[in-house]
C-alpha cells in the first residue's frame, strides 16, 4: 500500500512533533499523503488535558475547537513546509491505542512519538505500546524525542534489521530493504543466534541461510549496500545496540529462534524504550 496515506499520532507534544517530522521526511521519499490523527479519551474530568488546559477541566465545546485549531494549524504547517505534500489532519475520540488500531486498516504506515500528553499521554507505556505494535494492521513507526532527527555525522547510517528466517523476519526485510534503498544508505541484517555443542562451527550454515533471503533484494536493489551480521546473544541487546549508529531499526511482530517473541512482553518495551533510532514494527496484512 505505498499509495496509502501515513497516518501520525499527533497531539501537539514534542515527542508527537518529532513522530511528525519523521512521517515528513517518508512522505518526501515515497510521495504518500500524510494525515495527523488527534484522539482524545474522555474517561475522568481528571484524566484529560487539552491544548492550554489544565488537569480537571472537562473538554467541552471550546476545548474540542482548541483542539481542532492545534492540528488543523500542525497540518497547514507541514503543508506549507513541503510544497507537494499532501497534509491533512483529524480528531477522532475513543480509547487511543483502539482508535489508531482501526484506522491503520486503511493506512500505509502509523507513526508514533513514544510519550505525549493530552490525547496521548501514557499511549506508549507498557502494554499499550505492545497492543498498538502488535495488532496495527500496517507498519509502526515509534519514533522517541531524541531518536527522530539524523545528526549530520549519521546520516549515512544504515537501516538495520532483525532476521530470523520466520514469514513476518521477510516482511520486515523487505520493508528495511524499500527504506535502505529509497534513502540510499546500507541495509544491515543481523540475525541472532545461540552457539550448539560444536560452537561457532555453526556460523556458515547460518550466515548461507540469511544470505538465501536476501537474493531477491540484492537482484531488485543491485545498488544497495547489504551487510550480514551473525550476533551470539540477546537479539533486543543486538538490535538496541545496532540502533546507536542507524537510522532506523526494523523487526516482525513475532518470529521463530532468535526473535521468537519479539514484541510480547518487555523485550519488545525494551525496543521501544532504549533504541537510539526510530524503530519499526512491521507485520503482514
Request: aromatic share 4%; proline share 7%.
Amino acid at each position: 500500500m505505498r499509495d496509502a496515506e501515513i497516518l501520525v499520532g499527533y497531539d501537539g507534544s514534542t515527542d508527537a512533533s518529532v513522530a511528525l517530522d519523521w512521517a515528513l521526511e517518508e512522505a518526501r521519499l515515497s510521495g504518500q499523503p500524510v494525515r495527523l490523527a488527534y484522539v482524545f479519551e474522555w474517561l475522568t474530568v481528571a484524566g484529560w488535558v487539552g491544548p492550554g488546559l489544565a488537569p480537571g477541566v472537562w473538554p467541552d465545546d471550546t476545548a474540542r475547537r482548541q483542539v481542532e485549531d492545534l492540528v488543523r494549524g500542525a497540518a497547514a504547517d507541514a503543508s506549507s513546509a513541503n510544497p507537494g505534500l499532501t497534509v491533512t489532519g483529524e480528531v477522532y475520540d475513543g480509547p487511543p491505542a483502539l482508535v489508531l488500531q482501526e484506522r491503520s486498516a486503511e493506512a500505509g504506515m502509523l507513526v508514533l512519538g513514544s510519550r505525549g500528553h493530552g490525547g496521548f499521554g501514557g499511549l506508549l507505556a507498557g502494554s499499550t505500546a505492545v497492543a498498538v505494535a502488535a495488532h496495527a494492521h500496517c507498519p509502526v513507526v515509534v519514533v522517541r524525542d531524541g531518536a527522530g532527527s539524523v545528526p549530520a555525522e549519521a546520516s549515512a547510517g544504515p537501516v538495520a534489521v532483525g532476521v530470523d528466517g520466520s514469514e513476518p523476519a521477510l516482511v520486515a526485510l523487505g520493508f528495511a530493504a524499500e527504506r535502505a534503498a529509497q534513502r540510499r544508505v546500507p541495509l544491515r541484517v543481523l540475525h541472532a543466534w545461540t552457539p550448539g555443542p560444536g560452537g561457532a562451527a555453526g556460523v556458515p550454515d547460518e550466515r548461507a541461510a540469511v544470505e538465501e533471503t536476501l537474493e531477491p533484494w540484492r537482484r531488485t536493489f543491485p545498488e544497495l549496500s547489504i551487510t550480514v551480521d551473525l550476533v551470539p546473544g540477546s537479539p533486543a541487546a543486538m538490535l538496541i545496540e545496532a540502533s546507536s549508529d542507524a537510522r532506523l531499526v526494523v523487526v516482525g511482530t513475532r518470529g521463530r529462534g532468535g526473535l521468537a517473541g519479539m514484541l510480547l512482553g518487555s523485550v519488545s518495551q525494551q525496543l521501544i524504550q532504549h533504541a537510539h533510532c526510530p524503530v519499526a514494527v512491521v507485520r503482514e496484512r
